[in-house]
């Protein structure tokens, strides 16, 4: 056989072994890409992604974009061959799959957990937004959940209102396990409650809870942990959390998106909605960014597929955490002007210059 054609047989083996080896090799990495961007003054699969009923509300024009990232699965093993495509690719991300799915969480677990954290960025959209109004909105301490096996299992229930600790009445959730704490492990704590489906209820008819009962629980001595010094502290196997009464009602309309990073984006939707003008002045806006409560913007996973996505879709300019802002500087796709947001005030102020045409004025990004 002649020398070149040995010599272009073993290159082809080789190449056709180098292909075998990238589609059946699995690595521990994960991809993370740009996913959809949804106008939250608009509509998702035929319904209003925002819908409010009770005030007036008015038109809107633009865009508000949120924004969200694509990721492989949890029980989806990449091969060596996708790997490294993603590594060259400059519009996605390849990361330790450990570092998307720590502590080998599951398919499942990933899901659920994602879905409580959107349900709790909708509640602080809705009350950010009001928040920043001046609309009052009333807020109370309620069961969020309740330990398998515990003393409360049975006596309390997700969704409880928790007047009083002790005759002592709460306002905020931490007063609840300070209170249960001043016991010793195995003595009797009396919650003053309105059951959930009464409250429930009552907030469907629009009326205040009437009546409440009282419910003894003997403490248990809680699991020992880093930092208890030996010490026995009391618990009943619940953890509280507030809930808001909202004065009319907001309903947030958007499936198969997970995670808090919305939050920022409903709120601005909701002042928009509420508002007389337009927020946007017909622009396009794209954004991300938690919110919580008082209306503070937190920082999110993804920024630089979030800025690739919305870009794609013809965003003009991006509103980021300020916390994300040195990462978005520093690989800032064209045509994108990245506005920084510490608050929820400042992205209303923001975009209210971006509707005025006063953008030399906008709070910028940097890469350092």
């Given amino acids: 056989m002649p020398r070149r054609t040995a010599t272009m047989l073993a290159s082809t083996l080789v190449l056709i072994a180098l292909l075998c080896a990238g589609l059946l090799i699995k690595v521990p990495y994960a991809e993370m890409s740009p996913g959809p961007t949804v106008n939250t003054l608009g509509e998702a699969r035929g319904e209003p992604v925002l819908r409010i009923k009770g ?10 974009n949120m924004t969200t990232v694509r990721v492989t699965g949890a029980d989806y093993r990449m091969n060596l061959g996708e790997a490294v ?18 502590d080998g969480k599951t398919e499942e677990q990933s899901t659920q957990e994602n879905a409580e954290e959107f349900s ?46 002790d005759s002592t009445e709460v306002e905020e959730p931490g007063d609840v396990a300070e209170l249960v704490t001043k016991h010793k492990p195995g003595e009797d704590v009396t919650f003053t409650i309105i059951p959930a489906k009464e409250a429930a209820a009552a907030e469907k008819a629009g009326r205040t809870p009437e009546g409440s009962r009282k419910v003894t629980i003997t403490t248990e001595k809680a699991p020992a942990s880093e930092g208890d010094g030996g010490k026995e502290r009391a618990v009943v196997g619940i953890r509280a959390g507030t809930d808001h009464r909202f004065p009319f009602t907001i309903d947030i309309k958007l499936a198969d998106v997970g995670g808090p990073s919305a939050g ?18 017909g622009k396009f806006i794209a954004g991300t960014g938690t ?7 937190g920082p999110i996973g993804g920024i630089t597929m979030k800025l690739v996505g919305a870009r794609d879709e013809g965003a003009r300019y ?34 209210e210059k971006i509707s005025s045409g006063k953008t030399d004025a906008l709070p910028s990004c940097s890469a350092s």
Wanted: aromatic residues 4%; negative net charge; charged residues 20%.
């Fill in 120 to 165: 709790q960025s909708q509640e602080s959209a809705k009350v950010a937004a009001l928040r920043e109004l001046d609309i009052p909105v009333a807020t109370q301490v309620v069961v969020a959940s309740v330990v398998k096996g515990s003393p409360s299992e049975g006596k309390l229930h997700a969704g409880d209102v928790i007047k009083a600790v």
């Fill in 264 to 281: 920022l984006m409903f709120s601005l939707g909701i002042i928009d909605k509420l508002t007389p003008g337009s927020l946007t002045g």
């Fill in 85 to 102: 495509w993603g590594w060259l690719a400059h519009d996605s991300v390849v990361v330790p799959h450990d570092t998307l799915y720590p």
């Fill in 318 to 351: 991006f509103l980021t955490p300020d916390e994300n802002c040195a990462a978005a500087a520093a690989d800032t796709p064209d045509g994108l002007t990245l506005v920084r947001v510490k608050t929820l005030d400042d992205a209303v102020k923001s975009l």
């Fill in 291 to 297: 919110i919580d409560d008082e209306g503070k913007v």
């Fill in 55 to 64: 005030p007036d509300t008015y038109e809107t024009t633009g865009n508000l």
